[in-house]
Every structure is written in structure tokens, then in C-alpha cells.
């Protein structure tokens, strides 16, 4: 094919006027060789050409491919962060008449909300655990309820790491990180949350079974999450007011 080309280059070269003198007729123009240099010169014209067609072919190519990858982050990212909205939209907090401060060797109450640090292997994460009636039954016959919602980060075989989500109606027993919960999102790159009082303070770590947080639970919280491959990164961030909380031995719903 491309000797075709070439030979209908030639052709086309050859009867430009730069080979043609004026005065000459249709038949004396007509060309039955060409010097080796006509060659050359016609084929370096059509390596740039080609070159110039390949690489504006590929700099779409790459353009078509880089949107493709932005849309599946952000869809990724939205649909993770909508969960997460959705799970703390429906938290579950023990009412100040009901709760109890933990004594010495006491089991913690039900609904914990515990946000803390977490390692993962080669790197740490923050891990928040709450209940919520947003419990997502998979089957017929599962029933609903208050579940315990666990957000981790894991490490996969190919040393990425995905947010994954646990979620149990039966939570007498630790959370085993082994298990196979539903990853909300892949490629994360980094993940913090951010713990709001009723003052409007700022808290990396929060626990409401600890007098160090007045056996209170947070106003709201804010979530950054950082996705993406080798050195793109995508940030997207929320908060979240929750609808009940309890402080200063009083509950507030909102």
C-alpha cells in the first residue's frame, strides 16, 4: 500500500511544473523515470507527512483515552461518596437518657462511633466504625436493621489499595478484615476524615466511649479522598452533617 502511495507521489511530483517547463505539451510532459534524487526527496516529503498524520492520530487517541479515564474516576468517586453520605445520613446514636459511661472492663456501647488511625502494611489510613439503618441486604430473606458500618482501606496483590465497606447486623464479634466486604472505591491514594464538635473544632481522631471527646459524638464529618494512578491524582471531598448527635449529656436531632 504504501509503495502505491509513493509511486502516485511521484507521478504527481513529476508533472508539477517544477519538472515540467512551460510550452511543453500534455505528451512531452508525460514521465517514464525518475532520478534518484527525485526519489529521495519525494519520499523524505512523505515520511513527514506520515509522521506528522501518526502523531496527530495519536495525540487524539490519547486525548479520547485521557477523558474515558477522568469519567470512570469521577464516576467511581461519586458513587463512593454517595454510599458514604447515605451510611452517616442514617447513623444511629445512643440517646443521652439511654447511654451510660463505660466503666472499667465494660463492653462499649452499641453504637461506638470510633474513628482512628489504621495501618495497612505499607501504609496508614484512617478506619471509622458507626451503626446506621442503611444496611444493605443482598438476597431474599435478609432482613433489615441496624448494622455496623466499617470503612477500611486494604491492600490488594497488585500493592493498590481499595476502600472497602463492612457491613453486619450481627456485631457481637470483631471485625475480621480478611473477609470479602465490597470495595467502594480502587486506586486510593490517600483517605482522612474529619471530626466536627459543636464548637466547630477540628479533630483527626474521634472516639465517644473516651472522656478525652466528653462521651460526645461529632456535629459532622468531612471526608477527602485522593484516587488515582502513578502520578495523576483526583481529590474529592464532602462533609457530612449528621442528622443526630449527642453531647453534654444531651441529644440533639436535627
Known amino acids: 500500500m504504501e509503495s502505491s502511495i509513493i509511486r502516485s507521489f511521484l507521478t504527481v511530483y513529476c508533472r508539477s511544473s517544477y519538472l515540467i517547463p512551460p510550452g511543453k505539451n500534455k505528451e512531452a510532459g508525460n514521465c517514464f523515470g525518475f532520478t ?9 516529503i512523505f515520511s513527514i507527512m506520515i509522521t506528522t498524520l501518526f ?16 469519567i470512570t474516576i469521577n464516576e467511581m468517586a461519586k458513587t463512593c461518596l454517595d454510599r458514604m453520605i447515605l451510611d452517616l445520613r ?9 447511654y451510660s ?16 488511625q489504621h495501618s495497612s ?11 446506621s439503618s442503611a444496611h444493605i441486604a443482598f438476597g431474599k430473606g435478609q432482613t433489615k436493621g441496624v448494622a455496623e458500618i466499617v470503612y477500611y482501606v486494604d491492600e490488594t496483590e497488585e500493592n493498590t489499595f481499595v476502600l472497602k465497606r463492612s457491613d453486619r447486623l450481627n456485631f457481637e464479634k ?16 490517600s483517605l482522612s476524615f474529619t471530626y466536627y464538635d459543636k464548637e466547630g473544632e477540628e479533630h483527626e481522631s474521634w ?10 459524638t461529632p456535629v459532622s464529618i468531612g471526608i477527602r479522598l485522593e484516587i488515582g494512578k502513578d502520578t495523576a ?13 449527642r453531647y453534654e449529656s444531651t441529644q440533639i436531632e436535627t
Not at 534518484?36 to 523524505?44: D, G, K, T, V
Not at 470483631?174 to 491514594?189: R, T
Request: net charge negative.
Open 101 to 116: 459511661q463505660p466503666e472499667l472492663a465494660s463492653d462499649p456501647d452499641v453504637h461506638q462511633l470510633l474513628g482512628e
Open 207 to 216: 472516639d465517644s466511649e473516651s472522656s478525652e471527646f466528653k462521651y460526645e
Open 36 to 44: 534518484l534524487l527525485e526519489i529521495l526527496l519525494a519520499i523524505f
Open 174 to 189: 470483631p471485625l475480621d478484615e480478611k473477609n470479602n466486604d465490597p470495595v467502594l472505591c480502587e486506586n486510593v491514594k
Open 90 to 98: 442514617e447513623i444511629h446514636v445512643t440517646s443521652s437518657q439511654r
Open 55 to 70: 502523531g496527530s492520530f495519536n495525540q487524539i487517541l490519547g486525548s479520547v483515552e485521557g477523558i474515558e479515564e477522568n
Open 233 to 245: 491524582s483526583y481529590v474529592f471531598q464532602t462533609r457530612v452533617h449528621l442528622p443526630v448527635y
Open 121 to 131: 502494611q505499607n501504609k496508614d489510613f484512617p478506619k471509622l466504625r458507626f451503626t
